[in-house]
């Protein structure tokens, strides 16, 4: 069955593409003014890194929201009190995948300029969030799938989160954008 609703979600999402576009803008930690970053709660040390990276977009003058998906239907006690924090949960899923909810809605009304899609997995409920939305200028890990990202970072051998804070901080940091 997950086969099935997979394949109807990815059709979905093609048909939602269809009538969407999007500005593109080329953003450095200078430029940018907001940003958002997704990540998903199962990944291997992810909370230190992410912490740790907003706290540095903060730095930068850069209003920054935070956005982690859970692949549990309830948000874990230790996570229920981190503030800035926003949640999606597989209870916020449709059957073919799409994230709903307050958590959803929030993430798609954010008016961001810098999305940083800290997930090196392609996961259908994550791919929704990333390709529908909005922002100017989106930065991922490396993929061949279809994909929205204005600048992929290759983790070819690297599977450690920190590594690919590190390239983003430095390729982002190189961009020089002409705005």
Not at 46 to 64: D, P
């Amino acid at each position: 069955m997950a086969g099935i609703a997979e394949k109807i979600g990815r059709r979905i999402l093609r048909n939602k593409l269809k009538g969407f576009n999007r500005e593109v803008r080329v953003y450095n930690f200078e430029t940018a003014r907001s940003a958002a970053i997704l990540f998903n709660s199962s990944e291997a040390e992810c909370f230190q890194v992410i912490r740790a990276f907003g706290k540095f977009l903060e730095k930068q003058g850069i209003r920054t929201k935070v956005f982690g998906y859970v692949p549990q239907k309830e948000i874990p006690q230790e996570m229920l009190f981190w503030k800035d924090y926003i949640f999606i949960t597989r209870k916020d899923l449709t059957w073919y995948m799409q994230p709903r909810g307050e958590g959803a809605e929030s993430f798609y009304s954010q008016d961001i300029d810098l999305l940083i899609d800290f997930t090196r997995n392609v996961l259908l409920e994550l791919q929704f969030l990333v390709r529908l939305s909005t922002a100017r200028f989106k930065v991922g890990c490396f993929t061949e799938d279809e994909n929205d990202y204005d600048l992929m970072i290759n983790m070819t051998g690297q599977c450690d989160i920190r590594f690919f804070a590190e390239q983003v901080r430095h390729y982002i940091g190189m961009l020089n954008p002409t705005n």
